[in-house]
């Protein structure tokens, strides 16, 4: 015990008692922390260190972006130490200590570091600290971005999933599973974080949201970006509870997550964590701290160096300080030759390059009874709510949430309605305006074994959300080499029809469309759309449900075939299968007289319609799903027929429309009488409200008559 200067009136019972509870005080510490932890914590900060001063000694050969931890080991290790194997947590860019103190070795990092084929994250296609995992003996780690701040909607998802999986009791756990979600406190200004913070507080989460305070956000300081830090910030948020930590301080740090990660373990509720840190090392190994830095900000980081301030400590508590020394030299030698071993590893193959984009699904055929027998016809959005209702009976692990799809109105189409009262509002529930949330939560939530079903209003609203669908889910499965494919279905109400307005109209198709890693179905019909969404619930991966409203209910005049018999139970439609709805007459194709009309959605109605002008003369092929897209099909009719129209609602000009015509340009070019042409609406911002305005935009069975009439000409 240190030398302690006594209050000149304490008698010598009093000096007894007050040494006593001193060292009571000091042996209570070391119960909540041993000297083997932090020994344990000391090697691991000396390892830290070591890695990235041997990444910066070797910058020639460290050519890929990375960030270290220099300055944020002792929170992070902290919190790693407090993981179970049941546990999730979702490491930012500058976390590479979590992963060390969760068991990851520094050679597996430094694969990463050089992008190396064995990489164990994403062999060889994400940046150093990108980490994914499913690991046995470790907590468990989704797809994690470089978008700050985005990794919380996915990791609440996690989070929500937990909850619901222990609601319903569908698999048990040796301990409460803890989610830990660590981001930077600048990215607590990004909106999505808010969404995150208010969902875990609203349904009472069990997730730590571990904010790392450096004060640097790149090169904008905190009093640029930010009136308040993330414990000031998060304090409206009800339900939410909040602690702060001196992050640089490994026994603070320690106690205060073994705090953190016990309540929440117990009582299944959220919290925040404010950890002060330091950034001792640069922003990345591209934006140099010398950038932007003087010495006297770089002065006053460094001397809240973690593991300078642990090994004084460990000094004052009597540790041998040659200990720490072989300590400190053991560890360099270690990433030393981690390093040594990680540059002779083999880069990947370059056939690799297209794996993992997609999970195989197991629906590669159309299976079941389209048209049982003595069936009656329904409308579309009855498709949609009699599948669901079979998906949910039959299978525990679905749910659906989004908008004004609760038990209240189911819907407003009502295209859930009856779901809420027929599975309770745990399984069917609204949720906040939150598009990105809704979204992105199903990360998570497929993470842990889930089958999300969630809806986005309208098309025109979908933009909050497409965040998510790109940077998070479609990017998983490829960036997670197959680990964590996101397995959900995205419901769109979509398309023009009486008068909705600018923002109830819109077409999105040509945006998702370029969204690589996700599939993209669009059905026309009833029978479709049910066979479509059990195919969309059987694979693994992100569907996009595009469901045009005009045809929910075949109240627009000629969509009265949207109206089908519904298919029995078991009858699923796979994706990627056109569909040839209306044949051309084989003599008339034989003299060079037909055409075919490529297209999808409403487009059916204008095309079906406008055959009629050219009896025999029109073949017409229902996409039924954009991606993955029946080429093979549209490709061997262009051929038969030699002139091509590929008609669609959305605008023309660079829409996925133009892109199709042009594949089928190339690949059928010989074979062809006339350009490809495509039709759509008048490249007009937004659809006018004005029904005369809308309908002048939008295309229509008339105009493509004229088109086909023209065409036939040649």
């Known amino acids: 015990m240190k030398s302690t200067n006594y209050p000149k009136t304490l008698t010598i019972v009093s000096i007894l008692i007050f040494c006593l509870s001193l060292l009571s005080m000091e042996n209570t510490l070391h119960e909540k922390v041993s000297q083997d932890i932090l020994l344990k914590a000391y090697?691991?900060?000396?390892?830290?260190?070591?890695m990235a001063d041997i990444y910066e000694e070797n910058r020639n050969v460290c050519k890929y972006v990375h960030s270290t931890s220099r300055g944020h080991e002792a929170i992070q290790l902290a919190t790693a130490y407090q993981l179970k194997k049941e546990d999730w947590v979702s490491p930012y860019y500058r976390d590479e200590s979590i992963l060390l103190g969760i068991g990851f070795e520094p050679y597996q990092l430094m694969l990463q570091l050089l992008a190396k084929a064995d990489d164990p994250f994403s062999g060889g296609r994400s940046y150093y600290s990108h980490p994914s995992s499913r690991d046995e003996d470790k907590p468990k780690i989704i797809h994690q971005s470089s978008a700050t701040g985005m990794q919380t909607i996915p990791t609440a998802g996690v989070a929500q999933g937990i909850k619901y999986i222990q609601d319903f009791n569908l698999q048990e756990f040796e301990n409460n599973p803890v989610v830990i979600c660590s981001l930077g406190d600048n990215s607590v200004t990004e909106g999505e974080v808010s969404e995150a913070l208010q969902f875990s507080a609203l349904h009472q989460l069990p997730i730590i949201f571990l904010v790392q305070d450096n004060e640097w956000g790149i090169s904008v300081t905190k009093d640029e970006a930010r009136t308040c830090d993330a414990y000031d910030f998060v304090a409206g948020f009800v339900g939410l509870s909040r602690m702060r930590v001196d992050g640089t301080d490994f026994i603070e740090s320690f106690e205060v997550m073994k705090k953190a990660v016990d309540f929440v373990r117990t009582e299944r509720k959220p919290l925040v964590v404010c950890a002060k840190t330091v950034l001792i090392g640069h922003h990345t190994s591209g934006v140099r701290r010398e950038f932007y830095r003087d010495e006297e900000d770089l002065t006053k980081h460094r001397s809240k160096d973690p593991g300078e301030i642990l090994r004084n400590q460990l000094i004052d508590a009597g540790v041998d300080e040659e200990l720490l020394k072989q300590i400190t030299k053991k560890a360099r030698l270690e990433a030393e030759e981690a390093f040594e071993r990680a540059q002779k590893a083999e880069d990947p193959k370059p056939e690799t390059v297209m794996q993992h984009i997609f999970a195989p699904t197991p629906?590669?055929?159309?299976?079941?009874?389209r048209e049982?027998?003595?069936?009656?016809?329904?409308?579309?959005?009855?498709?949609?709510?009699?599948?669901?209702?079979?998906?949910?009976?039959?299978?525990?692990?679905?749910?659906?949430y989004g908008q004004d799809v609760g038990e209240r109105i189911g819907g407003v189409f009502r295209e859930t309605v009856t779901l809420g009262k027929k599975f309770g509002s745990k399984r069917v529930f609204n949720t906040a305006i939150q598009e990105a949330y809704i979204i992105g939560s199903t990360t998570g939530m497929s993470a842990v074994g889930l089958k999300p079903i969630v809806e986005v209003q309208f098309a025109d609203y979908i933009y909050p959300g497409i965040n998510q669908l790109i940077t998070e889910i479609s990017k998983s499965s490829y960036l997670t080499q197959g680990k964590f494919p996101v397995s959900n279905i995205i419901r769109?109400?979509?398309?023009?029809?009486?008068?909705g307005g600018p923002y109830h109209s819109g077409s999105v198709e040509s945006i998702l469309a370029n969204i690589k890693g996700i599939k993209i179905a669009y059905p026309s019909n009833a029978a479709d759309f049910k066979g479509l969404l059990k195919a969309a619930y059987y694979?693994?991966?992100?569907?996009?449900?595009?469901?045009?409203?005009?045809?929910?209910?075949?109240?627009?005049?000629?969509?009265?075939d949207a109206k089908t018999i519904e298919p029995a139970e078991d009858y699923i439609l796979p994706f990627g299968k056109g569909k040839v709805i209306i044949e051309a007459n084989k003599e008339e194709t034989e003299k060079g007289r037909t055409l075919l009309v490529v297209t999808y959605g409403m487009g059916i109605y204008w095309a079906k319609e406008a055959a009629k002008n050219f009896t025999g003369r029109v073949e017409v092929i229902d996409l039924r799903t954009l991606i993955p897209l029946d080429e093979e099909l549209v490709f061997e009719r262009v051929k038969t027929h030699g002139k091509c129209i590929v008609l669609t609602e959305e605008q023309l000009n660079n829409s996925f429309a133009e892109a199709f015509a042009h594949r089928i340009s190339k690949n059928c070019f010989k074979y062809l009488d006339?350009?490809?042409?495509?039709?759509g609406s008048l490249d007009t911002p937004a659809v006018p409200i004005n029904l005369v305005l809308e309908k002048e935009m939008l295309p229509n069975a008339e105009k493509?008559?004229?088109?086909i009439e023209e065409m036939l000409k040649y």
């Open 372 to 400: 049982p027998e003595g069936g009656e016809k329904i409308v579309m959005v009855d498709a949609a709510i009699h599948a669901i209702q079979e998906i949910m009976w039959k299978h525990p692990e679905a749910l659906l």
């Open 43 to 50: 090697n691991h900060m000396m390892l830290a260190k070591a």
């Open 704 to 707: 493509l008559s004229a088109k």
């Open 674 to 679: 006339a350009p490809v042409e495509t039709m």
């Open 363 to 369: 629906i590669t055929e159309e299976v079941g009874t």
């Open 539 to 560: 694979d693994p991966n992100p569907v996009v449900m595009l469901e045009h409203k005009g045809l929910y209910w075949s109240k627009v005049p000629g969509t009265e």
């Open 492 to 499: 769109v109400p979509i398309g023009a029809y009486g008068g």
